[in-house]
C-alpha cells in the first residue's frame, strides 16, 4: 500500500490546494481518499474536490472523480458514533500501463479544518 499526504492536517481558510501529477504504480487498481472531517462542524465550512487521471503520461486529462462537503455533525445511524473521516474510493483501468498520471485540487471555503491522505491499494 502506498500513502501520500497531499494536504496536511492543519486549518486552512478559503484556500485552493493542487496536487500532482502524481505517478501510479504499475499493478494499481484502486485510489482512496481519506479526509479528516472531525472539525468540519458548521455549514459555513466547506470543500470541493476534483481528481483528474491521465492515461499518456499527462498529454491529456480526463475527469476520475469529485465531490463536495459542507460542514455538519454526522453521526452513524448503527453505532451513534460521530464520523471523523469521509472516504472516497475509486478503481483504475490500466493497471499494466507505466504511463497513469493524477492530479486533483481541493477547494476549501470557510475556515476548514481538514487533511487528505491519498492511498493506493
Known sequence: MI??????????????K????????????VVRAWIDISQMVTPDQAFTFVVEI???AGATW?????GSRTGEVI?????????????VQIGLDQPANVNRRV?????????VPVGVLLEAV
Do not use: E
Open 3 to 16: 500513502q501520500q499526504q497531499i494536504v496536511l492536517n492543519g486549518i486552512y481558510s478559503n484556500l485552493t
Open 18 to 29: 493542487t496536487f500532482g501529477p502524481i505517478a501510479l504504480p504499475v499493478g494499481l487498481s
Open 103 to 111: 492530479r486533483g485540487s481541493l477547494v476549501m471555503t470557510g475556515t
Open 62 to 66: 480526463a475527469h476520475l472523480m469529485g
Open 75 to 87: 453521526i452513524n445511524p448503527k453505532t451513534s458514533v460521530v464520523q471523523t473521516q469521509a472516504m
Open 54 to 56: 491521465s492515461q499518456d
